[in-house]
């Protein structure tokens, strides 16, 4: 997608989320959702958005509003389907007295429970709309076909019928996101004739990340932000650097581990950055056992918790990598 296109894109995304509907998240009603499910046709909150991305990417396409880029697709599905009190007529059309939908100040178990039974499990639509066979008409069947509204719904829960196997992320829970943005490379190793082709991929758990290519560049630029769930127990970032080839094995270039519990610890201990000024919360310190190049210091600016990290690629001839981590926790 063109710059222009993108742009055009995330402004109908924003005017779609000035209407009413949607000025509140549509499973637990907050106010001001930033998170959306692109496959469903939800705007959601941010601790909504940690139970969506734990159900995977067959149930729930989770994008940020403002973060993330969107597909022409995608866009174009939220349109059609019309925002949150479009979508809840299907989704909440029939709630037993059994059932009672979450507020604003409800417990992760509770917002689990609703949504799984929401959208997963099926059980408040109507029950001429509901999946119950185990079989897909089509092989490639598509989330974002652009017909009518019932038959987007239709295609959600078909792509999500078709893995009779739970995935694993459905049974975690998450704590929070990391926003990495990765910025910059610096005298990366050689893996072709004279330069390579650079990306790089971040792992936490069963989760995987991947930065854009960037051709025949041994000093790449990247300003990318990729996103991570961070679960209750969860561990280093693994990142791995490799050189891209057309016909071949791509070529590791370097890796390295990223500690990510000074960032948390020291953003828990402070609760909502809000309301605190610019500070220093807190320090990773360079040591021999980690890849650091000097010592990352955690700040809180402009009320978010941020961390400039510096490291040295680990197995590698050459090469360092600059990032700034961001911690997006689920719990304010």
């Known amino acids: 997608m063109s710059h222009s296109a993108a742009s055009s894109g995330k402004r109908r995304i924003r005017d779609l989320l000035t209407q009413s509907d949607n000025r509140v998240c549509a499973d637990c009603g907050a106010p001001d959702p930033k998170w959306a499910s692109a496959n469903i046709g939800v705007f959601i909150c941010l601790k909504c958005c940690g ?3 734990s159900l995977g990417n067959h149930v729930s396409k989770v994008l940020s509003v403002t973060l993330d880029e969107w597909s022409d697709e995608e866009v174009d599905s939220m349109i059609e389907i019309g925002g949150n009190a479009s979508a809840n007529s299907i989704y909440e ?3 037993p007295d059994s059932s009672s939908k979450p507020g604003p100040d409800a417990s992760h178990d509770q917002r689990m429970r609703f949504i799984r039974s929401k959208y997963e499990f099926q059980e408040f639509l ?3 709309l509901r999946i119950t066979s185990g079989k897909t008409s089509s092989s490639k069947s598509s989330s974002y076909r652009s017909s009518s509204l019932s038959t987007n719904i239709i295609d959600s829960f078909r792509t999500n019928s078709s893995s009779k196997q739970p995935q694993l992320e459905g049974m975690v829970e ?9 910025k910059k490379g610096t005298n990366l190793a050689i893996r ?3 330069t390579s082709d650079p990306y790089v991929v971040l792992t936490l758990g069963q989760q995987t990340a991947q930065s854009t290519v960037m051709k025949s560049n041994l000093n790449p630029v990247w300003n990318e932000e990729l996103m991570l769930s961070v679960p209750h127990d969860y561990g280093s970032v693994k990142l791995q650097v490799f050189d891209y080839d057309t016909f071949s094995a791509d070529d590791i270039m370097g890796e390295a581990e990223i500690d990510i ?5 020291s953003a ?3 609760g909502d950055p809000e309301m ?3 500070m220093q919360i807190g320090k990773w310190l360079k040591s021999n056992d980690n890849a650091l190049i000097e010592d990352s210091i955690i700040n809180i600016a402009d009320g978010k918790v941020k961390q400039e990290v510096q490291i040295k690629l680990q197995n590698v001839e050459s090469g360092e990598l600059e990032l700034e981590l961001e911690w997006l926790p689920l719990d304010q």
């Not at 519990?261 to 610890?265: D, G, V, Y």
Request: proline share 6%; aromatic share 12%; glycine share 6%.
């Open 126 to 128: 109507k029950p001429s």
């Open 192 to 194: 072709d004739m004279m």
């Open 174 to 182: 998450f704590i929070g996101l990391l926003k990495v943005t990765l």
């Open 93 to 95: 059309a029939f709630i």
């Open 276 to 278: 605190f000024g610019d």
């Open 268 to 270: 828990m201990a402070f």
């Open 261 to 265: 519990q000074p960032l948390i610890t």
């Open 51 to 53: 139970v969506h991305r």
